[in-house]
């Protein structure tokens, strides 16, 4: 069901960490869960990660800086932003920076799940150029 989809999870509170991985692997979805920006950014792989989500405000580095380095290492990676402190600056900044969404705490179980579509839906797209913008010419025409 999951299509081995894999779901980094960067927030410094246990709790929420837990609560992500509980809702993630309700679906299957392989979660790897870290408390800190760089121990997270120790393990990106170009490809790895299918979406991100990412506390804004984190110790060593915010969200922010996170998501940048992230977006450095794998263009494609979707990411959502998570924070309590919700401003619309850090909104507008998260979303200009690539974030595909901005999501407040505390959040619903059905929330993370649209998120997680919406990200492969958007990612599907990226993957497949558009194959369909430039029609192969019919058979026996050159």
Known sequence: ???????????????????????????????????DGPSALEKIEKGKYDIAFIDMKLPKMDGLEVLKKLKE???????VIVTAYATDASHANAINMGALEY???????????ELVDRGLRRRRRVKTPKESATPKPPEGIH
């Open 103 to 113: 999501l407040r705490k505390p959040f619903l179980m059905e929330e993370i799940y």
């Open 73 to 79: 290492a794998d263009s494609e990676l979707e990411v």
């Open 1 to 35: 069901m999951s299509e081995n989809i894999k779901i980094l999870v960067v927030d410094d509170e246990p709790t929420v960490l837990e609560s992500f991985k509980m809702i993630l692997k309700i679906k299957d979805y392989d979660v790897d869960a870290f408390l």
